[in-house]
């Protein structure tokens, strides 16, 4: 039966690096799921290593695997009251497994609680509480082989956990801040490197983007381009409420938050609650997080409607003399794709500009992001991609939610850079501008 305990050892355990010393950055593939707009990772997992398809997730604290077909010859639970599970704060203990020995079931063994972000499990049908494992982890380095994690800590889960994400999809690959997140536990292996890793989304209806983990750059992309030198910074802010917060006990956000001060469309001030561009630390609710779990960018419905109305305003204007038609869901402002031009940035509209922390930090979204083309039967459209969040996000039953969560359409062909260590976000805003996009990384030429 479970427990309630409380972890007594400090943090005295960090994953061993077991392969041969290899160059960094680890760097993987990201794939686009067209039929769910999911983000799909590579990675390997087991004893023998077997390649793994992991939902990407920015905000999640720890990596899950579906465990009931999980088979390796070299994994541990992780036990209870050890100093691996000292790091991981108060947990749920498994005195006596009542099924044989397996991924899923072990003696004393250390309980988490997984989440899938994009359909919330139905816990009355699947076990929530589900065991911690210690297994290998290995990603491709830079010179094309890979580079083995032997003690990465994750989480099983059962097959229920994978309702509603991608056909191949096995469990979630989290990049969040968190004690255990996929970048920090490869920063533990390698204490040298810089504590940061980037992305890169590809808007390539075939050709995969990129991860990368443990380097600042040069970030190379075919014809010779080092997306690295192309950055603009901006702090990562720290929600101190976030969803796993109990009113008795807060626990900090595990999302990345950038403090977005203002909206301009075509140039022009975009007339909003700026107090709903802060976070409120007593209620979690405010602040702009970054997403790639959310597809399109998600506006609280103040915000959401005060951008619309200064979007439609500015491309009517004669400069672009666009006129609206019936929109397709969940899109709420749609045009004639005939009516639309077409540049090197994409559709023909009205720029839109992320004001950040100082008033020469802006992070532009060009059409290439801010608009979504439609074609079905006899539609064909250009949709604004924005969608409305509703009057009060919330995150958990007490704890609010993000007033903009920036969806994953718009990062499609941005370099992101999160420098973990000194708290900053690096984005380079549409890399069409430079003549190359994400699905052009030079990867290495021995390929894995």
């Known amino acids: 039966m479970a427990k309630l305990a409380v972890p007594l ?3 005295l355990f960090f994953p061993t690096f077991i392969s041969s010393q290899a160059p960094l950055p680890l760097q993987t593939t990201i794939q686009k799921d067209r039929s769910t707009s999911q983000y799909v990772i590579t990675a390997y997992l087991q004893t023998p290593l077997k390649l793994t398809r992991l939902l990407l997730d920015l905000g999640s604290t720890f990596t899950w695997v579906n465990c009931d077909d999980y088979n390796s010859s070299t994994y541990q639970h992780v036990p209870c009251n050890s100093s691996i599970a000292s790091l991981l704060g108060p947990y749920t203990c498994l005195d006596l497994c009542d099924g044989p020995p397996s991924p899923n079931c072990g003696n004393n063994s250390f309980l988490l609680l997984p989440d899938n972000p994009i359909k919330p499990v139905d816990y009355r049908k699947v076990s929530g509480l ?10 491709p380095n830079a ?23 991608a056909k191949g999809i096995t469990g979630l690959a989290a990049l ?54 192309s950055l603009i910074y901006t702090p990562l802010l720290l929600n101190p409420l976030g969803k796993d917060s109990d009113p008795d006990k807060p626990i900090p956000s595990s999302e990345y938050y950038i403090g977005l001060t203002s909206i301009k469309v075509n140039g022009k001030m975009v007339a909003l609650n700026n107090s709903l ?20 960018t998600k506006l609280q419905s103040s915000i959401y409607k005060a951008f619309i109305l200064a979007f439609l305003k500015e491309a009517a204007s004669s400069a672009f003399n666009l006129t609206t038609t019936k929109p397709v869901k969940p899109f709420g402002v749609c045009y004639p794709a005939s009516a639309v031009k077409n540049t090197q940035m994409g ?26 083309r439609i074609t079905k039967k006899s539609v064909d459209l250009w949709c604004l991609g924005f969608l409305d969040a509703g009057v009060n996000p919330m995150v958990s039953n007490w704890v609010g939610g993000p007033s903009i969560v920036i969806g994953g359409y718009q990062l499609e062909d941005n370099m992101l850079q999160f420098d973990l260590q000194s708290k900053k976000l690096g984005f380079s805003s549409s890399i069409l501008s430079k003549g190359t996009d994400c699905a052009k990384f030079k990867f290495p030429t021995k390929r894995v």
């Open 9 to 11: 050892l400090i943090l």
């Open 130 to 139: 589900n065991t911690a494992l210690i297994d290998p982890f290995a990603l």
């Open 143 to 165: 010179q094309g082989s890979l580079t083995s994690i032997k003690n990465f800590i994750f989480s099983c889960a059962r097959t229920g956990f994978l309702k509603g994400l």
């Open 176 to 229: 969040g801040r968190s004690n255990i997140s996929i970048p920090i536990q490869i920063n533990k292996v390698f204490p040298s490197t810089p504590n940061c890793f980037a992305i890169c989304l590809s808007g390539s209806n075939s050709q995969p983007g990129v991860a990368l983990f443990g380097s600042k750059g040069p970030y190379n992309f075919l014809p010779g381009i080092d997306l690295s030198k």
């Open 277 to 296: 561009l802060a976070i409120n630390g007593e209620k979690g609710s405010g602040g702009t997080t970054i997403s790639t779990v959310v597809p399109y």
């Open 347 to 372: 559709p023909a509209v009205p720029i839109i500009d992320l004001v950040l922390d100082r008033q020469d930090v802006v992070w532009k979204i060009f059409g290439s992001n801010s608009m979504v």
